[in-house]
């Protein structure tokens, strides 16, 4: 069956210049403004104030300090002015992050093969958790586990890991803001209790499901949160529940310390 073809009105040998309305002029050129902006942050730079992007970019303060909040707002820039978590996210490749994905399949593939359960890797998106990758186990007659590409519910065990150990807490802040202050006030508690126990456990009102997390740290920063998924008596009631735990803390420190300069 034949199908058609858009075609343009009028052919021309040159690039064909498209007139933009006023409004989408106003977004590209504010869009264009902030790449500027973010631009200026480099080895030398590592954050912005607004007399600083006044100076470099010909704008005036006021101006300067709006497109500031503006990319803090975004996640682009964080409290301080420097690189936000969106940044992160986006310099995956370039950042220790590359070093954590060229290690971390093996490390993964170790801790599924000893805990007989889906291994998962995930860094920090926006609202929570990425999975990154999974290693699934091997043997059983039950399989648990998630896509790559999946963003984690706040109240996953891999969002919570990587939420308890951000060292800015505009991250959290803003993953928070659309929590009741009674909910709220819960999800600080099961933050603190995973910084104490250095482990985090989900909430996602699954029966018989559990999944657990361990921060994976990148110099001082936590990078990267690694999870196993199973069933509740594997993970929590079960014989062998605890030592699982503790084979995944132990997979986590890790790969913590073959990315760690």
């Known amino acids: 069956m034949a199908t058609e073809s858009a075609e343009p009105d009028v052919a021309t040998d040159g690039p064909t210049v498209v007139a933009l309305p006023a409004a989408d002029r106003?977004?590209?050129?504010?869009i264009e403004r902030a790449a500027d902006v973010l631009s200026l942050l480099d080895q030398h730079t590592s954050a912005l104030t607004p007399a600083l992007v006044s100076e470099r970019l010909g704008l005036n303060r006021t101006t300067a300090h709006r497109y500031l909040q503006s990319l803090q707002g975004s996640g682009f820039l964080n409290s301080a002015y420097g690189p936000?978590?969106?940044?992160?996210?986006?310099?995956?490749?370039?950042?220790?992050?590359?070093?954590?994905?060229s290690v971390a399949p093996a490390v993964l593939r170790e801790l599924s093969d000893r805990t007989g359960l889906t291994a998962v890797l995930s860094f920090l998106g926006r609202s929570g958790a990425v999975v990154t990758l999974v290693e699934e186990a091997h043997e059983?007659?039950?399989?648990?586990t998630v896509r790559v590409g999946t963003l984690l519910e706040l109240k996953a065990a891999q969002s919570r890991a990587l939420f308890a150990f951000?060292?800015?807490?505009?991250?959290?802040?803003?993953?928070?803001?659309?929590?009741?202050?009674a909910q709220s006030r819960l999800e600080e508690a099961e933050l603190a209790r995973a910084r104490r126990d250095r482990i985090a456990w989900a909430d996602l009102d699954r029966v018989g499901v559990a999944s657990v997390a361990a921060p994976v740290f990148g110099s001082q920063d936590v990078q990267a949160a690694m999870g196993i998924i199973g069933t509740s008596a594997m993970l929590v009631s079960g014989d062998g529940a605890a030592e699982r735990v503790a084979a995944l803390r132990e997979a986590a420190d890790k790969l913590s310390s073959l990315v760690t300069p």
């Open 166 to 181: 951000q060292s800015d807490p505009t991250v959290v802040a803003r993953a928070h803001a659309g929590l009741s202050p």
């Open 26 to 30: 106003g977004v590209i050129q504010s």
């Open 84 to 101: 936000g978590p969106l940044l992160d996210q986006l310099s995956a490749l370039v950042s220790v992050r590359q070093q954590i994905l």
């Open 140 to 144: 059983g007659t039950i399989l648990i």
